[in-house]
């Protein structure tokens, strides 16, 4: 081996060992600016409260601001889309939601690999959803809706936070197992869909917990039946959808993620300060009070979950034979 060529070698290899170690100093001095946590909803729903608590409390254990930011659209691609492009330093995170396990079922051609592009970071929370209406419409039990969309075939309305949400699915689950058929009207977050109901505009709304639970609790919404297949002690006297009709099982959760590469330090950091900060008294009020279980565990215990709900949705999907508007 000529000289030459050992020195080339020698060159190479000094510049992994300078690459590990610039690696391994930017994730030690990580967090040395602020986070970005990207909401893939309009502002106002229970997915933007959730993340919004959940930042405030990450900051205090990060010593940096974690600012959020709204990206709503398309079911949640647009924000996943904006993680998927990002630099792999921590810097840029995303609360997915129901809609990242399910679109992959729904819609032929996303712009990014669902399986190869994030790097989880934490299972956050898990929950129901909640059917509601306005406290003036004439619909009190699941019986009532079914026996109104059967003599109205298409008249009824519900509204969602957008296309392949949990909110979408679990209308879609109720159309389909009860035999009837009601119009879905997307929107670009639960905050604008809640607006339209209680102004009229839609019937009622699948909603997540988190989105929901306030207005029950002051009286402006009623809660008709919570979608997980056992009662919720959050939502007690509310009974099951599935006590009407059999089969029917709905869960809402969400995980944070952040783009494929983050160093596993970092990963680590990030998913640290969500032990801490979900542990907060306040944190742990607000989540108990929608309805919600907190599950932080380790990065695996997300993406383990996230692909079991992938597979259950794809079945679910297919035999439903449910599409995308």
Known sequence: MSFHFKLIRFGFFMLGIFGMFAAFQAAAAFPDKA??????????????????????????????PVVIENKPGAGTVIGMDTIARGTPDGYTIVMAT?????????????????????????????????????????????????AAAKAMPGVLTYASQGNGT?????????????????????????????????????????GTA????????????????????????????????????????????????????????????????ISKAVKNPQFISKVEQEGLTITVGAPAELDRYVREEQARWRTIILENKIKLE
Do not use: C
Not at 38 to 51: E, H, K, M, N, R
Not at 100 to 115: E, F, G, I, K
Not at 231 to 246: L, Q, R
């Open 35 to 64: 986070i970005r946590m990207i909401v893939p909803f309009a502002p106002g729903g229970g997915t933007d409260q959730i993340s919004r608590a959940l930042g405030a409390g990450m900051a205090k254990e990060l010593g940096q």
């Open 98 to 146: 129901f809609a990242h396990a399910v679109n992959p079922s729904l819609q032929s051609r996303l712009p990014y690999d669902t399986d190869q592009a994030f790097a989880p970071v934490a299972l956050i929370a898990r929950g129901p959803n909640v059917l509601v209406v306005r406290m003036e419409s004439p619909y009190k039990t699941v019986a009532d809706i079914i």
């Open 166 to 206: 949990s909110a979408h699915l679990a209308g879609e689950m109720f159309d389909n197992l009860a035999k009837i058929d009601m119009t879905h009207v997307p929107y670009r977050g639960a905050g604008p869909a809640i607006t339209d109901l209680m102004g009229g505009q839609v019937d009622m709304v699948f």
């Open 210 to 273: 988190a989105a929901v639970s306030p207005l029950i609790a002051s009286g402006k919404l009623r809660a008709i039946a919570v979608t997980s297949a056992t009662p919720s002690d959050a939502f007690k006297g509310v009974p099951t959808i599935s006590a009407t009709i059999p089969g029917y099982s709905v869960e809402s959760w969400y995980g944070l993620y952040a783009p494929a590469g983050t160093p596993a330090a970092v990963i680590d950091a990030l998913n640290d300060a």
